[in-house]
């Protein structure tokens, strides 16, 4: 893995996947079924997808969901969650549950992404 590539969003880490696989924002939206504003917004990391949204895209691009993809998704859950602000050890645990229902997130990943936003001092 390349620095470039540690560095990357979220966003910018699913455009090249897709540009690698010669896909156009618009064939991808057509085969996800998800409108091509919003694709756009998550490639420009405006957007977080959810997890099942994610292995959707994964699935239509026959991507794999490695570390690194996995690293880069709950990198910016977490910074949806500290964007909020001020929140006690158990809203954040709240938050999280309600994250994991919601976008059915593996509950080992939920674990992992609660671990790293309870760790980090704020």
């Known amino acids: ?58 699935m239509v691009l026959d991507a794999p969901i490695d570390d690194e993809l996995v690293r880069l998704w709950m990198d910016s859950r977490r910074r949806i969650i500290f964007n909020l602000g001020g929140l006690t050890v158990s809203q954040v645990k709240l938050l999280l549950l ?6 059915q997130v593996p509950m080992s990943l939920a674990h992992q992404l609660a671990q790293q936003v309870l760790e980090v001092p704020q």
Not at 98 to 103: A, D, M, S, V
């Open 1 to 58: 893995m390349t620095k470039k590539t540690q560095t990357i969003l979220l966003g910018e880490y699913l455009r090249q996947v897709r540009e690698s696989k010669g896909l156009s924002i618009g064939e991808l939206s057509r085969l996800m079924g998800v409108g091509k504003p919003f694709l756009s917004r998550v490639e420009r990391s405006l957007k977080v997808p959810s997890w099942l949204l994610l292995e959707t895209w994964a």
């Open 98 to 103: 309600l994250e994991r229902r919601i976008h």
